[in-house]
């Protein structure tokens, strides 16, 4: 589907938009279920499964592209830990422009997002479904089947 590069593109267009997310409005987070209505404490909150949600698909959809682009797990442990090092600094930029509470518990589900779906990644099929040259290999491969 995505040539490597292709992929890499879309990675730095999806982690931009994800950092520009982070910082939106509180209506509009209030609206998408990350933030809690008006008057509750984020800190005494137990934050909302649509809450959750959000940080475990965000961040591990964004490890999940740059997952698919290496097979090395030396690049993979330092993509890892670089998305997390970036949903820290986010939360902790968010703690210092709206002097609220640190949300440690948003690193920690954009931790199990990053974690859960970079090994995802690197599973057989989804190397070929989101890799243009390993879509063309698992067409090959139902042929040969076929034929076996």
Excluded at 35 to 44: F, K, V
């Amino acid at each position: 589907m995505f040539s490597k590069q292709q992929l890499r593109t879309l990675l730095f267009f999806y982690i931009a938009v994800l950092v520009i997310g982070s910082f939106a409005p509180t209506p509009a987070k209030q609206w998408l279920g990350t933030r809690p209505a008006e008057g509750i404490s984020a800190i005494s909150a137990t934050p909302s499964l649509a809450h959750r949600w959000w940080h475990i698909a965000g961040f591990g959809m964004a490890a999940l592209l740059a997952s698919a682009t290496t097979r090395i797990p030396r690049a993979l442990a330092l993509q890892s830990a670089g998305l997390i090092a970036l949903g820290a600094v986010i939360e902790c930029l968010q703690m210092f422009i709206s002097a609220a509470d640190l949300e440690w518990w948003d690193i920690r589900d954009d931790g199990y997002g990053i974690v859960g779906l970079t090994i995802f990644g690197q599973l057989g099929i989804i190397r070929k479904i989101l890799l243009k040259d390993g879509i063309e290999r698992l067409n090959l491969e139902r042929v040969d089947n076929q034929w076996t």
